[in-house]
């Protein structure tokens, strides 16, 4: 069912780079992309609202009078809400809220000389603009993953879009709208895909000079590869959390794991989008013959079976063989997967040993589609192998680092020298002389007059102008 790579006892020979070419990956050309949505964001950037409107009319077929949801399709949302699914929604909000509150940042101050301190303040950005997904998937969830954080960390102005969808009245899903009203954000844009970040990075006017939403300082959220060009296009001009791409999974897993476990953690994942990665790595043959079996019974008869079949056939999916579990973690750190599972015996130890993966999720009790929703852990993860060198979305995102610095005279002029050591050194000596200029004895005159006594050069004859 799923190709094979075979790379029992040769993962030593490879260094990490050549490693991690060997990889499954699905072809991912933001810029190809880019291509196809700057005009749209040069349109929403010049025209203003009259742009996002003709945009959001061409590719969901709703005509907008407003772009901004009423504040009663959100209460109505709400008060429609099923039960069940808002205990859900209540119970992922909860959990999400109580792990991500203990990553909140105290103010530090250190004391690097007697009278100089330093004080590092993590302070919010001003105003976000969160994107939740309104295509093959709608992503409620990813409303939470991004407004819980966004919230704990004290972001003042919090506003949401997600894709006006024909069959709810072009409002946007009924779900999203409910877990907004639940978070309390009342800001909320019927505008999808690369129009909604443009709006959020230019803001929209109207032909009649009216705001009808206000420019971002950051925007954060999954998307598809057209979302990921236009965060691409606007970074610089806003901060954005990550360029995502199809989510991904890897299962680290020896002959101790459940094949139908596998399976099914392997299609819940192939089930978003017909290039998500599907990724086995495992030392047991057995196994990886077992989990073929379990998809080939299981993947025709999901609902979205076509999707899934194209995904777990796809060049981004496959199994990878090794000898052992050392070979399967050194495999599995080339992969640098946004979420990866660990279903071995001492599944804990190995995640321990893993370095680069976005989300770890281990033993059999732990699956990634508990994460997705109600784990309490955030779904908004590096992808591409992206996690070697990136997190996912939490409080931090959303908080700037600011140092103040602090000196007394005292502490200033015990340095004085060695700043202006340094500053001559990279023969920037006015660096140096506007720490010397302080301790000047203010008896001595400045130096002589440039007017009275330096030489001048006559310079080149002055042409009148006719």
């Known amino acids: 069912m799923l190709r094979r790579i075979d790379l029992s006892g040769e993962v030593a020979d490879y260094p990490a780079r050549a490693l991690r070419e060997?990889?499954?990956?699905?072809?991912?050309?933001?810029?190809?992309?880019?291509?196809?949505?700057?005009?749209?964001?040069?349109?929403?950037?010049?025209?203003?609202?009259?742009?996002?409107?003709?945009?959001?009319?061409?590719?969901?077929?709703?005509?907008?009078?407003?772009?901004?949801?009423?504040?009663?399709?959100?209460?109505?949302?709400?008060?429609?809400?099923?039960?069940?699914?808002?205990?859900?929604?209540?119970?992922?909000?909860?959990?999400?809220?109580?792990?991500?509150?203990?990553?909140?940042l105290p103010e530090v101050v250190t004391e690097v000389a007697p009278g100089g301190t330093i004080t590092e303040?993590?302070?919010?950005?001003?105003?976000?603009?969160?994107?939740?997904?309104?295509?093959?998937?709608?992503?409620?969830?990813?409303?939470?993953?991004?407004?819980?954080?966004?919230?704990?960390?004290?972001?003042?102005?919090?506003?949401?879009?997600?894709?006006?969808?024909?069959?709810?009245?072009?409002?946007?899903?009924q779900g999203i709208l409910a877990v907004a009203g639940l978070l309390g954000l009342d800001e909320v844009y019927a505008v999808g895909g690369p129009a909604a970040i443009a709006m959020f990075a230019y803001g929209a006017r109207r032909e009649d000079g009216a705001v009808e939403c206000e420019a971002v300082d950051m925007i954060t959220g999954p998307g598809n590869i057209y979302v990921t060009a236009a965060k691409r296009?606007?970074?610089?001009?806003?901060?954005?959390?990550?360029?995502?791409?199809?989510?991904?999974?890897?299962?680290?897993?020896?002959?101790?794991?459940?094949?139908?476990?596998?399976a099914a953690d392997l299609i819940s994942q192939a089930e978003h989008d017909p290039a998500a990665a599907s990724v086995l790595?495992?030392?047991?043959?057995?196994?990886?013959?077992?989990?073929?079996?379990?998809?080939?019974?299981?993947?025709?008869?999901?609902?979205?079976?076509?999707?899934?079949?194209?995904?777990?056939?796809?060049?981004?999916?496959?199994?990878?063989?090794?000898?052992?579990?050392?070979?399967?973690?050194?495999?599995?750190?080339?992969?640098?997967?946004?979420?990866?599972?660990?279903?071995?015996?001492d599944a804990r130890e190995v995640a321990l040993r893993v370095r680069n993966a976005g989300a770890i999720f281990i033993g059999a009790y732990s699956p990634v589609s508990l994460g997705d929703y109600c784990a309490g852990s955030n779904h908004v993860l590096p992808t591409g192998g992206c996690a070697r060198h990136s997190a996912g979305l939490s409080v931090h995102t959303f908080l700037r680092g600011v140092h103040l610095i602090d000196y007394s005279r005292d502490a200033l002029e015990a340095v004085a020298d060695d700043v202006v050591a340094f500053a001559n050194s990279e023969d920037l000596p006015s660096h140096g002389e506007a720490v010397s200029a302080r301790f000047a004895d203010p008896a001595v005159k400045a130096g002589p007059s440039l007017k009275a006594d330096l030489p001048v050069k006559a310079g080149p004859p002055v042409k009148e102008l006719p």
């Open 121 to 173: 303040r993590y302070l919010p950005v001003g105003r976000v603009g969160l994107y939740a997904p309104g295509g093959l998937a709608v992503l409620a969830s990813s409303v939470i993953m991004n407004a819980v954080p966004a919230q704990i960390a004290g972001v003042g102005s919090i506003a949401l879009a997600s894709p006006a969808q024909k069959t709810n009245g072009g409002l946007p899903d």
């Open 233 to 262: 296009a606007v970074r610089g001009l806003v901060g954005i959390d990550a360029e995502a791409g199809t989510t991904e999974i890897a299962v680290i897993a020896d002959a101790t794991a459940d094949p139908v476990h596998v």
């Open 281 to 345: 790595i495992t030392d047991s043959r057995e196994l990886a013959d077992a989990v073929d079996a379990e998809l080939a019974r299981r993947a025709p008869e999901a609902r979205h079976a076509q999707r899934i079949l194209t995904a777990l056939a796809g060049e981004q999916s496959g199994t990878i063989l090794v000898d052992d579990i050392d070979e399967a973690v050194a495999v599995a750190d080339a992969y640098a997967a946004e979420h990866l599972e660990i279903q071995t015996a």
């Open 22 to 104: 060997l990889m499954p990956r699905a072809p991912f050309d933001v810029n190809e992309a880019l291509r196809s949505v700057q005009p749209l964001i040069d349109d929403i950037a010049r025209r203003g609202t009259p742009a996002v409107v003709e945009i959001v009319e061409r590719f969901d077929g709703v005509h907008l009078e407003h772009l901004r949801v009423p504040a009663t399709a959100i209460k109505t949302a709400v008060e429609e809400l099923d039960p069940e699914l808002r205990r859900a929604y209540e119970t992922s909000i909860r959990r999400v809220r109580a792990a991500h509150e203990a990553q909140r």
